[in-house]
């Protein structure tokens, strides 16, 4: 039996559970070419689409979507839009030092084209500059925290800032992250796109990409053939349809709940005045934050890969996660004894062994993709998407020059190898937090080899 305040939850996703959600948008119709076709209606490529139209009004932007806009990854998330492109200071700093400054300056001016994108277009996504909080709740953690951007607070200080027994310590950074609503946030992404020109095509899988002339044909599962320009891809967790980068992700598998709207007394015992997006330092680590309505979204813990690179909206529905994450809940809050979840839902999110998205292109420059964003996507793939089309239009830019654009990571093995690393890993991490944060060899190895695994 299943903890009692799960007893009313919807397995669905909040966020795209609106009666005022879009209208399904129709297939493909007889289009047949475009200058350039985005595979893919999510972050990546919405803001792709929206991004080339704007350099190039003249310029033909066909969208495929298999599904809806936003019903994947992007529509899913917890709504924590970073500045931040490489994950975090820490993995920034440890792999690429030298230009990280450069990589810091291009994500804060990256989330400040989203804010400006968001008041410009009018997008009613709740968009907040809360900014975050990063708390420890084991005594190693406090050390840790040295190494996270922003202002130190003490027990006393943090509790001030958000009420819990269970926090040591912690840093608030109040600027470079954003709450958003993410399904809105691509929805709105989606009516930008379309005001300015961009077709939009629902129910469109893509089976296949080939060089044909000076352009790509991208084949569609019915059999409809488009001949595109050039190619942008944002199928993330999905396969990838450049088959050598297929090893490059795995789907993870990542999950949340949603509460009952909290009372204003129930508001009052938390003292959460910023609103800032809230995770913590374990290596099974939280993440949760506050809705427009004064609901807690609280996710994270486990992050599960399942053999095969397995993907199935089953798999969208985990109870056991579920229970656990509503346990954890109380014992962080539990002042808030008695409140309800109304939903709870999972979703796949593309990790890769360096944490943050990688590029490249295809079919001789004229394909390009940006993938394994690792759970920061709601604000990376807008740079992402500046970078294909950087790529796809043969631009050296300042983005195109850095060694993280240039470099990729290195690749996940195939199966069984693959499944059995990332439990190994996965039980020696949860190991290191019940033991003072100390990694044992297996992990040591893979840090030696910049390997890991996270989501």
Partial sequence: MGHPALADAKPSVFWLDRPDRPEGRPGLGGARSADLVVVGAGYSGLWTALLAKQADPSRDVLVLEAGSVGWAASGRNGGFCAASLTHGEPNGMARWPQEYAVLRRLGRENLDAIEATVREHDIDCDFRRSGSLTVATQPHQVEWLAQEPGEFLDRDAVRAHLDSPTYLAGVHEPDETAMVDPARLA?????????????I???????????????VDVTTADGAVIRAGRVALGTNAFPSLVR????????VYDYALMTEPLTQDQLDSLGWASRAGVGDLANQFHYYRLSADNRILWGGYDAIYHYGRRLAPSLDQRPATFDRLAGHFFDTFPQLEGLRF??????AIDTCTRFCAFYGTAHRGRVAYAAGFTGLGVGATRFGAQVMLDLLGGRHTERTRLRMVREKPLPFPPEPLAYTGIQLTRWSLASADRHEGRRNLWLRTLDRAGLGFDS
Avoid: I, K
Wanted: hydrophobic share 40%; proline share 2%.
């Fill in 201 to 215: 095509a629902e129910g469109v899988r893509v089976a296949g990409l080939s060089t044909a002339g000076s352009g």
């Fill in 244 to 251: 050598r980068t297929r090893l490059h992700t795995v789907p």
């Fill in 187 to 199: 929805w709105g992404l989606a009516r930008a796109a379309e005001s300015l020109g961009v077709r």
């Fill in 342 to 347: 109304s939903h709870q839902w999972g979703g």
